[in-house]
Every structure is written in structure tokens, then in C-alpha cells.
């Protein structure tokens, strides 16, 4: 008997067991992505080390996949039409290796970030396929399970790239991590080969929006690269400006190329509903501090805790895989009390998390550190379900594809600017704390003298010449002004994390009004 490829043809092939095989293919695909989303974190101190450069350089390695993520979130449905679910899935694959291996092998920054986009663009394109195929293998009575594992499989991927990526630099080099996650990409692509249906569709209904993702694409790459590069140059130089200027014009170019019939991208009557509008303003707010905490716990962890890798990777793991667990739990609660009161919970567990880690300094004990993490991670399964049923429950049928897109999409921005942001505002916080750490390096500060005291004497019984002594005590006192200038922008940029979650209370609480309507 010859069976077809498409869904009912493979569940015919395999029998019910057919469910569970696809579903493993897809969230091993998904699952490996998303955990080399986050993997690089920890490598940032070892990558700016290998190239001498700073954080505004280092933090592409995120941002640009976050971006390019963003972007190539809004093809899938272009793409699925032409070429089908399972080529794609495979494509998607075979473009993530080969951005593995650009960024593994590459040797300037420029080419490890060049292998970030390619592997972002794979992940965005894989996103919604293995949402799509989810929907598919499971009846409609059931799909709720289906999401709970996928959200569940996205939490404990999240958690598990830094520690991976930890154990990976302290026993290898950070070139690996790139690498690490290959084996289970080849794994994926097998199983594709077998569970992914091949169907393609026969009539064109979409055309490829080419205005409006020329635009996006235009307003993603000026803004990144102006917040990225405004300390360095000037937020008032030339350069700057008209990247900012860029940026806002192709924004509100692809905003108005979405209205335009056929436009195919952004589906621009989703934010009529003021329900779902709410819930992508806290799905932009929430990505920008969600992501940027999990890029700045191991980063702190690392340059001002001076722990290992390893060991700055796993304080996010117990959160994450705790959240994990309850995420079945907190799926229900989201179906059974109005949306906004999950999410405005778990917002402010967030900012508590936040303003604990303000007050973290090389003197906290790793379990404190740890549990602060632990906090904010719970609070990650109390907002993800509300937030993803507030903004579903609004809408028809027809526009729950488009709509969940959206949603994704705005989660994903966020992510990007949060991260270029939060690097942005601790950059600008050590420069200003340490110009006045430095202004109070004056002969009349006791303290200064004593400290200086105490390295001519250590520099003397370790029979360092006499002409030495004041050059290399000064320059011990320069590193540690330079660390405690750091210390202090962390903890800002900690408590400016700590605002975003909270200003995400806002339109949380709008969900209360619109549903009352």
C-alpha cells in the first residue's frame, strides 16, 4: 500500500504513535534553536577577551539573532506555501549549520555575528512550522496540551544554554558552543526526513510583501545598530542620527505597507481589538526584560562575581526547570481567572528578582545570587500562558494564525531592544560611577592612602623593585576603581529592568477594562 505524505497519509504509515513522533521532531528542531539563543551568554566575557572588545560589540552575538529572528518570523507562511513543510523544516536545518559553523570558525567578530543572523533567520522561519505542526497531529480538544509542551520546551531550553554553554567554555574553548548543539540538529533533520509531511500547496494565495519586509528589515538593522553604536559615537553625532532617522521612517513605512491590500506580513486589524493590542504591549515589554535577564545574569556573574562559566550558567537552570514543572499548572490557572491577574503577578515577582539582584555585589554568596534568579524565573510560568491566552481568546478563528505571529513577533523585538538597552544603560552607569569614583582619588582620601599603603608593603615582601611599587599601585587601584564602577552599572541596569516589569503592569491591567467591556 502506498501512503501519502501528508498528515493523514503518515498518521495511516506510522499509526497513533505518529503524534508523539512528530511532535519529538519538532521541539528537538525548535528546542536546539532556542537553546543556542541563549548559549552564547555566557561566552560573552571569553569573546570580548579573544577580540578586545566591549560589551556594545559582544551583545550582537544576541541582539543580531534576536533581529533576524524577528524578521524571518513573518516569512513563514510565504515560505510554507512555496516549499512546503518539510523542505522547509530541512532548509531551516541546513541554515542553522551552516551558521554554526560560520560563527564557530569564524575569525573576526563580524563573521561570528554574520553566523548569529543566519542561525536567527533559521530559528524564526522554524518557529511557526512547529506550531503549525503541533496543530496538526493534535485534535482540537487537545491542543492545549500541545502548546503546554511547547512552552515548556522553550523554558527549559532557555535555562539549559547557559549551563551548557558554561560547561562547554571551562572545558573546551568558547568557539564550541557553537558546535555543542549540532548533534541534535543532525537528529532533527532525520526525523524530518520521516515525520514532517511533505505538502505544498497547489494555488499561490500569498504573494511575497517585498515593500513591507524591505522596510522592516531597514528599521530593525538602523535601530540595533544605533543603540549599539550612540555611547560610542554620540547620540547627537551625524552617524546616529540618521540611523535613528532611518529606522523611524522604515518603521512607519512598513506600518502603512501593511494596510495596502495584499499586504501579507503584519495583519494590521489585529490591533483594532483593544484586548489583543494590550497583550502585545506587555508581550514587547516582557520580552525586552525577559531576554535581557537571561543575557545579564551569567554576564554579571562572570566580570563582577568572578565566577566560572559553569557555574554563572547554572544559577539559571533550577528556576527555569522549576517553571518548567508548573507551567502545566499555571496553563490552567490562565483558563480558570482573568488573564491580568497571573500576569501582573508574575510581572512584579519579576521586578522583586530584579531589585534583589540591584543590591548583588562581589561580597553576595552564590545561593543568594542564585535564589534571586530563581525568584524571577517563577514568575516566567505566570505570565507566558495569561499573556498568550489574553491575546488568543480575543480573536475569531481566522485570525488566530496571524495573531499568535504577532504575538511573537512583538516578544521577539522586544528581546533585541531589550538586550541592546540594558547593555546601552550599564555601559553609560560605569562610565558616569566611575568618573566620580575616580574624582575621589585625591591625596586627602584616608582611605586611598591606606589601600596604597598596604600594596607598597605586599609589593616590597614580594621583593618587587622599590621603582615599581607606586606604578603597579596605582594600577591596582585603577582595576579596582574600575570594578566597582562596574559593580554599580549592573546594579542599575538591574533596576532599570526592574521599571520595565513593572511599566508592563500597565497594560496588564488594561486587560481588566477591556474585558469588561
Known amino acids: 500500500m502506498v501512503f501519502s505524505d501528508d498528515t493523514d497519509g503518515l498518521f495511516a504509515r506510522y499509526g497513533p504513535a505518529y503524534r508523539w513522533m512528530a511532535t519529538a521532531t519538532g521541539l528537538t528542531a525548535f528546542f536546539t534553536m532556542v537553546l543556542s539563543s541563549t548559549i552564547v551568554n555566557v561566552a560573552v566575557p571569553d569573546v570580548m577577551g579573544a577580540f578586545g572588545v566591549g560589551q556594545d560589540k559582544v551583545q550582537f552575538l544576541a541582539t543580531a539573532f534576536f533581529a533576524t529572528m524577528t524578521a524571518s518570523l513573518l516569512l513563514n507562511r510565504w515560505i510554507n506555501e512555496r516549499w512546503g513543510q518539510r523542505l522547509t523544516f530541512s532548509a531551516a536545518l541546513i541554515l542553522f549549520s551552516f551558521g554554526s559553523a560560520v560563527s564557530g570558525f569564524g575569525p573576526t ?167 489583543f493590542a494590550s497583550a502585545a504591549m506587555i508581550a514587547f515589554l516582557f520580552g525586552s526584560g525577559n531576554f535581557a535577564t537571561i543575557y545579564a545574569f551569567p554576564v554579571f556573574s562572570q566580570l563582577v562575581q568572578e565566577y566560572t562559566a559553569t557555574l554563572a550558567g547554572f544559577l539559571i537552570l533550577p528556576g527555569s526547570l522549576i517553571a518548567m514543572a508548573i507551567l502545566p499548572l499555571t496553563g490552567r490557572l490562565a483558563d480558570a481567572v482573568p488573564h491580568h491577574l497571573p500576569i501582573i503577578f508574575g510581572l512584579t515577582i519579576f521586578a522583586v528578582s530584579m531589585m534583589l539582584m540591584a543590591g548583588a555585589d562581589i561580597d553576595t554568596v552564590v545561593w543568594s ?109 585603577g582595576k579596582v576603581v574600575h570594578a566597582q564602577a562596574s559593580t554599580l552599572g549592573f546594579q542599575d541596569g538591574f533596576t532599570a529592568l526592574a521599571l520595565v516589569f513593572l511599566f508592563a503592569i500597565i497594560p496588564a491591567s488594561l486587560l481588566a477594562w477591556t474585558r469588561s467591556r
Open 109 to 275: 567578530l563580524d563573521f561570528v555575528i554574520v553566523g548569529r543572523i543566519l542561525q536567527g533567520f533559521a530559528a524564526g522561519a522554524l518557529q511557526p512550522l512547529v506550531m503549525m505542526l503541533l496543530m496538526q497531529v493534535f485534535p482540537p480538544e487537545r491542543r492545549g496540551l500541545a502548546m503546554g509542551l511547547f512552552s515548556m520546551g522553550i523554558v527549559a531550553a532557555l535555562g539549559l544554554g547557559p549551563f551548557i554553554g558554561g560547561v562547554v567554555i571551562d572545558n573546551m574553548t568558547w568557539r564550541y558552543i557553537f558546535l555543542a548543539p549540532m548533534p541534535m540538529v543532525v537528529i532533527a533533520f532525520l526525523m524530518g526526513l520521516l515525520f514532517v509531511p511533505s505538502i505544498r500547496s497547489a494555488v499561490r494565495t500569498i504573494r511575497f510583501d517585498w515593500l513591507g519586509y524591505a522596510c522592516l528589515c531597514a528599521a530593525l538593522f538602523c535601530l540595533m545598530t544605533a543603540i549599539a553604536n550612540g555611547q560610542r559615537e554620540g547620540w547627537i553625532s551625524n552617524e546616529i542620527v540618521a540611523l535613528f532617522s532611518v529606522a523611524v521612517a522604515a518603521g512607519a513605512g512598513f506600518v502603512l505597507s501593511q494596510f495596502r491590500p495584499g499586504a501579507s506580513l503584519l495583519d494590521m486589524a489585529l490591533f483594532r481589538n483593544p484586548q
Open 369 to 477: 545570587v542564585g535564589f534571586f534568579i530563581f525568584i524571577g524565573r517563577l514568575g516566567l510560568a505566570f505570565v507566558v500562558p495569561s499573556m498568550n491566552g489574553a491575546a488568543l481568546s480575543s480573536l475569531p478563528p481566522t485570525q488566530l494564525s496571524q495573531g499568535t505571529g504577532a504575538i511573537n513577533f512583538f516578544l521577539l523585538l522586544g528581546g533585541a531592544c531589550g538586550i541592546n538597552t540594558l547593555v546601552v544603560i550599564m555601559e553609560q552607569r560605569t562610565q558616569w560611577h566611575g568618573d566620580l569614583l575616580v574624582a575621589t582619588q585625591t591625596a586627602g582620601n584616608a582611605a586611598t592612602r591606606e589601600m596604597l599603603v598596604g600594596v607598597h608593603g605586599l609589593l616590597g615582601e614580594g621583593g618587587i623593585p622599590v621603582s615599581l611599587h607606586s606604578p603597579l599601585a596605582l594600577d591596582y587601584l
